[in-house]
Structures are given as structure tokens and as C-alpha cells.
Nanobody, 119 residues
Framework: QVQLVESGGGLVQAGGSLRLSCAASGRSFSSYTMGWFRQAPGKEREFVAASRWSGGMPLYADSVKGRFTISRENAKNTVYLQMGSLKPEDTAVYYC????????????WGQGTQVTVSS
């Protein structure tokens, strides 16, 4: 059974940092793109960042470029989202996702972790 389990969310002041983790299990993700999405109250879920498990240039939403970094630790089967210079508008539930390379949609989703940035 495939599982994506996020952790690391919390309350932080504007300008601060957080690192989210996504522990992936249940299959090999070597052919998958791992991503992060977020959903703020009353808004649609939006793309944040993505990177192929096998490596390559990561992608970022314009709103987080230069502030967030996606990375992975193969030995731990874990994907990270390092978030810096946080803003109140970054407040959202953050979801880890996995998409088979070449497929149209994301196949697996985590349960989400809340990030709240206070001003």
C-alpha cells in the first residue's frame, strides 16, 4: 500500500523558516515525480514545487521561487520542502504528491500538514 506521510508543519512568524518532510513508502518511486501542493482556506489547491525522484531540474511556482527548495533523501525515501522567508500568504495545508513520469495526473496524495505564518 502506497503511503505519503507529511510532517513538519506548524506555526511560524513571517520571515521564518520551516522544513516539511514527506515519507514515501509502499513502492519504488524512481519513475515518479514528487511534488508539493498547497491549499489555503477558500482557495483552490495550487502547485508549489516538483522534482523527479531520479534527479533533474526542479520546478517551482513563481510565488515561491527563490524562497522554497525541494529535495530528496533516497536512503530515507523522503522528500523535503525547505521553506524560507515565509509570508502570511504561504499559510495553507501542504500536500505531498507523486506522479508517474509521463502521466497526466498525480497518482498519490498525502493527508496534508498545516503551515500557518503569522504577521
Amino acid at each position: 500500500q502506497v503511503q505519503l506521510v507529511e510532517s513538519g508543519g506548524g506555526l511560524v512568524q513571517a520571515g521564518g523558516s520551516l522544513r516539511l518532510s514527506c515519507a514515501a513508502s509502499g513502492r519504488s518511486f524512481s519513475s515518479y515525480t514528487m511534488g508539493w501542493f498547497r491549499q489555503a482556506p477558500g482557495k483552490e489547491r495550487e502547485f508549489v514545487a516538483a522534482s523527479r525522484w531520479s534527479g533533474g531540474m526542479p520546478l517551482y511556482a513563481d510565488s515561491v521561487k527563490g524562497r522554497f527548495t525541494i529535495s530528496r533523501e533516497n536512503a530515507k525515501n523522503t522528500v523535503y520542502l525547505q521553506m524560507g522567508s515565509l509570508k502570511p500568504e504561504d499559510t495553507a495545508v501542504y500536500y505531498c504528491t507523486a506522479r508517474l513520469v509521463g502521466s497526466a495526473g498525480y497518482d498519490y496524495w498525502g493527508q496534508g500538514t498545516q503551515v500557518t505564518v503569522s504577521s
